[in-house]
């Protein structure tokens, strides 16, 4: 059983749509974090949440800490946010990765 | 800029040979990481250093080495040992603590065994 699921594994959106991606965790966490990895493979930081809702321009991440579940929704869709999204939680100084989901925004 | 800084980006090795990715970071970063990425599955913990001279074994550590000489940088070596070992590895450091601190990955080495 994986600490970490997330949902959908594949998201094909055109252009303009709003995503949501979705993170459920069994562990009790310190933080989550969303992260992204582009073709090259190279992994960026987009998040860390430890409560509530935050935002970066197009991007918002919610977490629900009773419920173990977060979101990462993309408003206004562009191809440029072809990714693989991946939700990861941490317990002390371990982390534990879900799965990722690949999305593909189509002009 | 702060970092992390993997080489090579690309590695091909024999079969049967040891090969040692590198992974410096100059963020004053306590702990570091090493994954390994297959396809389909999520990152996978190799061994983890929460401060110099000390590491301790991840998920998947056998046929797997590391030290850590120095705060900076935390080399992976990849035995023979390693029944599958071509794979896309991440290395990544953070402070160490636990709690709301950030994370931060290098770019990966992808490394292909002949």
């Known amino acids: 059983k994986n600490e970490v699921e997330q949902s959908p594994q594949n998201l094909t959106a055109q252009e303009g749509e709003f995503i949501t991606i979705n993170c459920s965790y069994s562990v009790g966490i310190s933080a989550l974090h969303w992260l992204q990895q582009h073709p090259g493979g190279g992994i960026v930081s987009l998040f860390m949440l430890s409560s509530g809702k935050k935002k970066h321009g197009r991007l918002i991440a919610t977490i629900n800490i009773q419920e173990k579940h977060s979101s990462l929704h993309i408003t206004a869709s562009h191809p440029r946010d072809s990714a693989v999204y991946i939700c990861a939680v941490r317990t002390g100084n371990q982390f534990y990765f879900g799965t990722g989901t690949s999305l593909t925004v189509i002009p | 800029d702060g970092g992390i800084t993997q080489s090579p980006k690309y590695l091909f090795r024999k079969e049967g040979q040891n090969v040692t990715l590198s992974c410096e970071q100059n963020l004053n970063h306590d702990a570091m990481y090493w994954y390994r990425q297959d396809p389909g599955q999520g990152l996978r913990l190799i061994y983890y250093s929460q401060i110099v001279n000390d590491f301790q074994k991840g998920d998947i550590a056998e046929g797997y080495s590391v030290s850590r000489e120095k705060k900076e940088s935390f080399p992976l070596t990849v035995t023979s040992a390693q029944k599958n070992p071509t794979a896309f590895y991440l290395c990544?450091?953070?402070?160490?603590?636990?709690?709301?601190?950030?994370?931060?990955f290098g770019s990966g080495t992808r490394l292909t065994v002949v």
């Open positions: 990544a450091s953070s402070i160490s603590g636990g709690g709301n601190y950030g994370y931060t």
